[in-house]
């Protein structure tokens, strides 16, 4: 199966995925996670693209469209991959269509998580993740037992850069320009499912199995 979990920053995609992931033993293709391990690499990819991911920007679309092209057509994503993160905007939708078309796939479902602003800047402003082992951690929601250390590992918290307010703040701004004729594209080709991401992720889990099960039928 070939999806796309479209959604805001912080609208809790990244840990729906993982768990969809193993659960229909498809790969989960983060291009958030992909830019941000070449940026900490220091890759000349990661070099490119640290600007942009610092202002919140998107980076260029020739750069993401390039990596996305390999990580398609390698063996891993041959029975069906999850994308989470892109297509980011309309040519990137286009893109990614004329992609898939080569290998006679295309998308067949796209699963938007809706979820408020408030929400948001709760999720991602209060958000800490361990140096150490990269456990996740909220000052609000989940936080640590110990004042910016880790539970598990014991090393140091720290705050993603771009999730400083003002850079969420703007990834907002970005994503809803960008990503409204993205919704709308499959909209009108009948494949957009929405779902209230603002629940416990076990239940938006339980939902999404649904969604997808009833499309199988
Ligand atoms: P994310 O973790 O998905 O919010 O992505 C973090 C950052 O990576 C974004 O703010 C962008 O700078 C960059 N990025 C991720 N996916 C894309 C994409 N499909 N197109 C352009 N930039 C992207």
């Given at each position: 199966m070939n ?21 229909l033993?498809?790969p ?25 991911m ?11 469209l390039e990596?996305m ?9 041959q ?11 309309f040519?990137?939708?286009l893109e ?17 998580f ?8 709760k999720r ?7 140096s ?10 989940k936080?640590?037992?110990k ?45 957009l ?13 339980k939902?999404v ?5 009833s499309k199988?039928?």
């Amino acid at each position: 199966m070939n999806l796309v979990l479209l959604g805001p920053p912080g609208s809790g995609k990244g840990t729906l995925a993982k768990l969809l992931s193993s659960q229909l033993n498809i790969p989960h293709i983060s291009t958030g996670d992909i830019l941000r391990e070449e940026a900490e690499s220091g890759t000349s990819l990661g070099k490119k693209v640290k600007p942009f991911m610092e202002k919140g920007e998107l980076v260029p679309d020739q750069t993401i469209l390039e990596v996305m092209k390999e990580r398609i057509r390698s063996s891993e994503c041959q029975k069906g991959f999850l994308l989470d993160g892109f297509p980011r905007n309309f040519h990137q939708a286009l893109e990614l269509d004329d992609m898939l078309k080569n290998s006679t796939k295309s998308i067949d479902m796209v699963i938007k998580f809706d979820v408020s602003d408030d929400c948001v800047l709760k999720r991602l402003g209060g958000r800490l993740i361990c140096s150490g082992c990269g456990a996740d951690f909220n000052r609000y929601t989940k936080p640590p037992q110990k004042d910016l250390m880790c539970d598990f590992c014991g090393s140091q918290l720290y705050q993603r850069p771009d999730d400083a307010q003002e850079v969420i703040l703007n990834r907002l701004k970005v994503y809803k320009e960008q990503a409204m004729p993205v919704e709308k594209y499959y909209n009108n080709q009948g494949k957009l499912r929405r779902i209230n991401a603002e629940l416990d992720p076990s239940l938006i889990l339980k939902n999404v199995l649904n969604i997808l099960q009833s499309k199988k039928e």
